[in-house]
């Protein structure tokens, strides 16, 4: 399916008050602020309070969070009765990093605010034991999640699934590729077979499809993709560099517009965030870093300072952005490419948000020509090709070539050779810091 296709049905669209969901539960919503749902919360929310495993698919900034929250909420108020002290949660989400984690904290806090008796707990990596430890002793309503930290309790049997009713997978998608199947199979298999399971993902077929047939009962299938506003509102352009140099200046340029309100610089591994952090730093920009390998403590403080505008720019890497729901990030800058294409879609849906327009410029190398082409096939669009006055690229590309690739291997690249061993070390150096190799990072690192 394509991402940036409209397949919803905004007609059909009715109030939080239609769905069948508790007076209070509504009323929370509508003190959040929100008194319409999305597409994708008015086909969800309904299908979930029937009772059915569902398996939906919409894309970033859709409102997929309150998908979940909202029934879940709603089950709890229908059947109250939580389990006894330590017999674990009556709902469980599972969520690939720890800023979505705490996102979907937030909001449970948000949407249950009247729900005086409602607890809530979270478990996830990179932060101390001591205070989630004594969070599970109690009693407890529902428990979100990351994989590693999760399953690392399990096994010590310091938390039991026995109690649950229902099981929310946020971004199964991302949580495959991130190498979590095995943590997610054997959390699964903790969990009573009666159990509502809702998986949530930016696409259902390939390996999400299988997952969902090993965990799942005849789900019911909701796809919703992007409404045309929320693409349109997202002005999107290529910049060709001829190296790091000429990237750097033009990143410095773009930098440098006065309608940036706030801006998300995307780097493909940790060590580039760090680096153009300190550089931009000390080109007098109010600026941070955020990756994976950062304390929790200090990702919290970081994303304080965006949203409390302290910051204007942010340098991140695409685990660590994976949560960010800022309305006033005006510009996304695309300085490394994401590994994954769709990832793309993702990061650029981090600015054109609450009705605001936004701009995201991808600046890429010629050997990276490969790359932009699966993003355009991916994504069903090109990207519009864009150039600075006096930054000119050296170099062109025709529509749909291959040149850059041949350019590079004209230029000394031979598989085997220096170029080639230098090129997968950077590659290889970035997945194990975003959390792709779950055991090298289990209970330690960001991506957990």
Known sequence: MNPLQNTGSPELVSPFSGLGLHEQIVDAVSRAGYTTPTAVQAAAIPAALLGDDLMVSSATGSGKTASFVLPTLQRLVANPGRPAPGRGPRALFLSPTRELSLQITKACETYGRTLRWLRVASVVGGMPYGAQLRALRGSLDVLIATPGRLLDLLTSGRVTLASVETFVLDEADRMLDMGFIEDIEAIANAIPRSRQTLLFSATLGGKVGDL????????????????????????????????????????????????????????????????????????????????????????????????????????????????????????????????????????????????????????????????????????????????????????????????GEERRRGHGYRPGGPAARKQGAAHRDARPHEGYRKNATRGRQGGN
Do not use: C
Request: aromatic share 2%; net charge positive; no cysteine.
């Open 212 to 403: 969902a047939g090993n965990l799942m009962r005849t789900p019911r299938r909701i796809e919703i993709a992007t409404p045309p506003a929320a693409t349109k509102a997202i002005t999107q352009r290529l910049h060709w560099a001829d190296g790091r140099v000429h990237k750097d200046k033009l990143l410095d340029r773009l930098l440098a517009d006065p309608t940036i309100d706030q801006a998300v610089v995307f780097t493909s591994t940790q060590r580039d965030a760090e680096r153009l952090a300190e550089s931009l730093q000390a080109d007098g920009h109010a600026v941070s870093a955020l990756h994976g390998g950062m304390p929790q403590g200090l990702r919290s403080r970081t994303l304080s300072a965006l949203r409390q505008r302290r910051l204007r720019v942010l340098v991140a890497t695409d685990v660590a952005a994976r949560g960010i729901d800022v309305p006033t990030i005006t510009h996304v800058i695309n300085y490394g490419l994401p590994i994954q294409v769709e990832d793309y879609v993702h990061r650029i849906g981090r600015t054109g948000r609450a009705g605001r327009s936004g701009l995201a410029v991808t600046l890429a190398e010629h050997a990276e020509v490969r790359t932009i082409r699966r993003i355009e096939r991916f994504t069903d669009a090109k990207i519009p090709v864009s150039t600075l006055e006096g930054l000119e690229p050296r170099q062109t590309h025709r529509p749909g070539s291959g040149h």
